[in-house]
């Protein structure tokens, strides 16, 4: 299998995520091609999409300035993967919790942003995730929290009692940063398996 992945380029943490999905494809011997997405056109020739960390007011700003949103609900409409962290997932929820933000409304939660403190706050946490067999060394660096989730989201995840990584339909959204880490097994959960699982 080969799949081409989007990374949205337009601000963030864009080449951590680059090496992340590149090495996920390597640890299960597939191989993949990744296009950064910075104007519109690029998102309907990929088959899973990336929506990293950043500043998610001008994430949003961007998107829709540039007609890259629409291109985004489509791909989730057509069933396909998205995985989005951070930023990327204040983005994707449908209610960021701030006016500034224009969400994609990709899956139902609700999400305060920096609700785990400043970057001096910090941290590291060993994290169960459901579909993992050993806990993830989850980043947390001025993390969103997800404070409310509808009934059609799976939590995969919580951390003092707090969702922090959510799945609904082909989308995946993280609080924290699993692209500074080594372990690409969130990358190969949230693109690659979800494409095999749906073969």
Do not use: Y
Request: glycine share 8%; net charge negative; hydrophobic share 45%.
């Amino acid at each position: 299998m080969s799949l081409t992945a989007g990374v949205l380029a337009v601000q963030g943490d864009v080449s951590e995520h680059v090496d992340a999905v590149e090495r996920a494809a390597r640890d299960i011997d597939d191989s993949v091609t990744v296009r950064e997405i910075r104007s519109a056109g690029i998102v309907p020739d990929c088959d899973v999409l990336l929506l990293p960390g950043g500043e998610s007011t001008t994430i949003s700003r961007l998107i829709h300035r540039d007609g890259i949103a629409p291109e985004i609900r489509e791909h989730v409409s057509a069933g396909k993967p998205v995985f989005a962290t951070c930023a990327g997932l204040i983005v994707a929820a449908e209610d960021a919790g701030d006016d500034r933000v224009e969400t994609l409304d990709l899956f139902d939660v609700t999400v305060e942003r920096n609700a785990f403190g400043r970057q001096k706050d910090s941290f590291e946490a060993p994290l169960d995730i459901d579909g993992l067999d050993e806990p993830f060394p989850a980043v947390f660096i001025r993390a969103p929290v997800i404070d409310e989730v509808g009934e059609d989201v799976d939590v995969l995840a919580s951390w003092d009692d707090r969702p922090v990584a959510v799945r609904q339909g082909p989308v995946v959204g993280l609080s924290f940063h699993p692209e500074l880490t080594d372990d690409s097994r969130l990358h190969w959960l949230a693109l690659f398996e979800a494409i095999d699982g749906g073969e």
